[in-house]
Structures are given as structure tokens and as C-alpha cells.
């Protein structure tokens, strides 16, 4: 396996070949920030919250989809790049409707804790206040799309570990939304196998447990290292 | 009155809020008893008053939902040299601002009409009665905001130390862990 050697924040670190940028500062305890990455599936760089610099680059570069190259100088917390992951999460907050006060990821919400860290103290665009609906038909679960930011979790751990594929994206730009089979409500969904994944990956309130009120949804993700770990080293070890 | 030792001259306003916002103001218990000596409230839900008095701060719970806040909000800014969002419905439109996804004449229906009892139907041309805005707005999309001070409602020591920030001519400092 060859090892490059690069520079993150002024610090030298190293990964192994075809590791993302993302993944070696993790690593090396450099946190750069993310919604839709979760370690353990696919990455598709859909929050552009892990944009970093790289110098002699043009353009700023998605740090969960650009693999670690020899002598690469990498720059993740620099004031221009706080500045665009604020203006991101305001975008979020913006888009749909998000109240935390009455949600059920309220206290316990990726979106929520990233706008407070970066911090967000009002939201600079328009609201746009879109009418959108919440799909209760499933036995157990809800989909909240006022809530959802379209980061696509749910749509790779069912394909990725579950292997049942229900979810998926249709619609374009802002008419994009999460849909269960062929545009189906959930409860009728042929292939979900209830399995709940989705919902323990969900980053926002968009994904719950049928019975949780405001503040009361917790996820909790610790399978997914246990399946992929199981996967990878073919042992069910935590 | 020396002008360099007066006490600060603090208003509070209640927009379109559920005036959760300011019950978390009195649980400020006794401590309101020493802002009491830095401050001297000239305007609020609770007081009396006609015409909006010239202050140093004003917090402002509520969104600007209806008429008659647009208007008042726009003379309490002209009024006021520190101009807070006070708790989320000022911040963000909040729970206020949930109505906004549907047009004014459903929601209006929806509750003079449908779920009433009895129904005397939706009151229209009184002057009494302020008309709804075709959206329920954060107070920073009508006025200039000083500073945002978040929370549903923000607990009363967070209210403390920051208006005790401001009136000892501090930046304040809130640590949030969250956004709202
Ligand atoms: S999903 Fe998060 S940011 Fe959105 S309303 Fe719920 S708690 Fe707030």
C-alpha cells in the first residue's frame, strides 16, 4: 500500500492511497465539517460543507471526494471557508422549513449543532417557506421532508448496507425530494424492509420513530461500524 | 438627571409571540431586582404606556406577523439604539411563522371558520382588528437588528448576562450549542 505524505493546516500528515482528504484529517484529528458524509458508505459531496483549499488548485474541493496526493498543501479552516459553510447552513435552514422548536431532532440535530458552531445566529436570506408534506404511512417510521436536507444518507445505507434500495431522489433543483420506490408512500414501499437504518443515519429530524414528540428522537449509528467492520474484516467485532 | 450615570432606558415588546419570551424575562426572579438598579423600564407588556418612548435597548419578542407590528416596529427602531431579537419568533418567524406555508385567506378560514365556535366569520374592515401579513416575518427582514438573541424561549439567566453585557458595554456572549 503507498503512503503519501501532505500537509493538512500547516501539519504533515499521511494517508494510504486512495484515501480522501477528509478521511486523513479525521484521522489525524483535523474535524472538517459534514452532513451527508457518514463513515461506512459511499461519499457523494452533496452538502459541500467539507470544501477545502488546496493550494495551487483553481477551484475549492470537496475534501470527503478528493483522494490525498504526495506533497498536497491542504488548508480546511480558513476565514473564506468558514464564511461559505456559514452561508451553506443559513441556505439549509432557509430552504425548507425548519422549526426547531417543535422538532423531534430538536437538542440533538446535525444541522442545528453545525449552524451554532460555525456561528449562525439569524438565517441572512429569505426564508422560503415551501409547502411540503410529511409521509406517515409507514408502520413505524415518518419522513419529514420540511426537514430534510437532501444530504442523501438514507438513500446510500439502504443500497450500501442494506441492500433493499426503497429509497431514492427524484425532482430537480428545487423540486428534488427523497422518494420510497417509484414515488410511493413509504407504507406501501414493497422493497423497505423496516430495517430503520435510514432513520438512525438521518443528520436532521427528517427521518423518525413514529411516537417521538419535539426533542425526543436520538440516532444512533454505532451498527454501521459493526456491519461494515463485519464486511471488511469478515469478524462481528465492535 | 446626570447624563453619564442614568440609569439604561430599556423597553421590551411582545410582536407575534406567545409572550413565552417574556415569562422567561420574569424568571429572571431576583435578579430582576438588580437589573432594576441598572435600568429603568420605560416600556412593556408590562407597563402603561401611549407612545413609544426613546431607549437605549429594546427587545423584541414575535415576528412581525400582522399591520400593526410593521408599523410598530419601524417606530421602536427609530427609537431605539440597541434593537434586539428577542427568543425565535423574532429570530427566525418560529412557531409564528409556521402558518406562512399557506395562503392568508386558509389560515384565516382555518380559524375563524372551520374550528370555530360559533362562528362569527373572519373580521374584516375593523380597524380594531389588524390585518394578517401574507407572511409572518423575522423582525430582521423589516429592520435593522443589533443583535439576535436566540432560544424558545432564551432561559432567564441567558437573558440576564446578556442584557447585563449590553449595559455594562460588553459584546455579549452567548454560548449556544445549537441553532435556535
Ligand atoms: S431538523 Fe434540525 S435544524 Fe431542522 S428543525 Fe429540526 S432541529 Fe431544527
Known amino acids: 500500500m503507498s503512503i503519501k505524505t501532505l500537509t493538512i493546516d500547516g501539519r504533515m500528515v499521511t494517508g494510504a492511497a486512495g484515501e480522501s482528504i477528509f478521511d486523513v484529517a479525521w484521522n489525524n484529528g483535523i474535524r472538517i465539517p459534514r452532513l451527508c458524509h457518514v463513515g461506512g458508505i459511499s461519499d457523494v459531496g452533496a452538502c459541500r460543507l467539507c470544501l477545502v483549499e488546496i493550494e495551487g488548485w483553481p477551484k475549492l474541493a470537496a475534501a470527503c471526494l478528493t483522494p490525498v496526493e504526495e506533497g498536497m498543501v491542504v488548508r480546511t479552516q480558513t476565514e473564506r471557508l468558514r464564511r461559505h459553510r456559514k452561508l451553506i447552513v443559513e441556505l439549509l435552514l432557509a430552504e425548507r422549513n425548519h422549526v426547531c422548536s417543535v422538532c423531534v431532532q430538536n437538542g440533538h440535530c446535525e444541522l442545528q449543532d453545525l449552524a451554532a458552531e460555525l456561528g449562525v445566529d439569524h438565517v441572512r436570506v429569505y426564508y422560503r417557506f415551501p409547502r411540503l408534506g410529511v409521509d406517515m404511512s409507514h408502520e413505524r417510521f415518518g419522513l419529514d421532508h420540511n426537514r430534510c436536507i437532501l444530504c442523501t444518507r438514507c438513500v446510500r445505507v439502504c443500497d450500501e448496507v442494506e441492500g433493499a434500495h426503497t429509497w431514492d431522489v427524484a425532482g430537480r433543483g428545487v423540486n428534488c425530494m427523497i422518494v420510497a420506490d417509484m414515488g410511493e408512500p413509504w407504507g406501501n414501499s414493497e422493497t423497505c424492509t423496516s430495517c430503520g437504518k435510514c432513520v438512525q443515519v438521518c443528520p436532521t429530524g427528517a427521518l423518525f420513530e413514529k411516537g417521538k414528540t419535539v426533542g425526543e428522537m436520538y440516532k444512533d449509528r454505532r451498527f454501521l461500524k459493526y456491519i461494515v467492520t463485519a464486511r471488511e474484516k469478515r469478524q462481528w467485532i465492535r | ?180
Open chain 2, 1 to 180: 438627571m446626570d447624563p453619564v450615570n442614568r440609569k439604561i432606558r430599556l423597553a421590551t415588546v411582545w410582536l407575534g409571540g406567545c409572550s413565552g419570551c417574556h415569562m422567561s424575562f420574569l424568571d429572571m426572579d431576583e435578579r430582576l431586582l438588580e437589573l432594576a438598579q441598572r435600568v429603568e423600564l420605560l416600556a412593556s407588556p408590562f407597563t402603561d404606556y401611549k407612545d413609544f418612548p426613546e431607549v437605549d435597548i429594546t427587545l423584541v419578542e414575535g415576528a412581525v406577523a400582522n399591520e400593526e407590528h410593521l408599523e410598530q416596529i419601524r417606530l421602536i427602531r427609530r427609537r431605539t439604539r440597541i434593537l434586539v431579537a428577542f427568543g425565535d419568533c423574532a429570530v427566525t418567524g418560529n412557531v409564528t411563522a409556521l402558518r406562512n406555508v399557506f395562503p392568508v385567506e386558509e389560515v384565516l378560514a382555518r380559524a375563524f371558520q372551520e374550528t370555530a365556535t360559533p362562528v362569527v366569520g373572519v373580521p374584516r374592515g375593523n380597524p380594531a382588528v389588524p390585518r394578517l401579513l401574507e407572511r409572518a416575518r423575522p423582525i430582521h427582514e423589516v429592520v435593522q437588528v443589533d443583535y439576535f438573541l436566540q432560544g424558545c424561549p432564551p432561559s432567564g439567566p441567558e437573558i440576564y448576562e446578556f442584557l447585563m453585557a449590553l449595559i455594562e458595554g460588553r459584546q455579549p456572549e452567548i454560548a449556544r450549542k445549537k441553532f435556535g
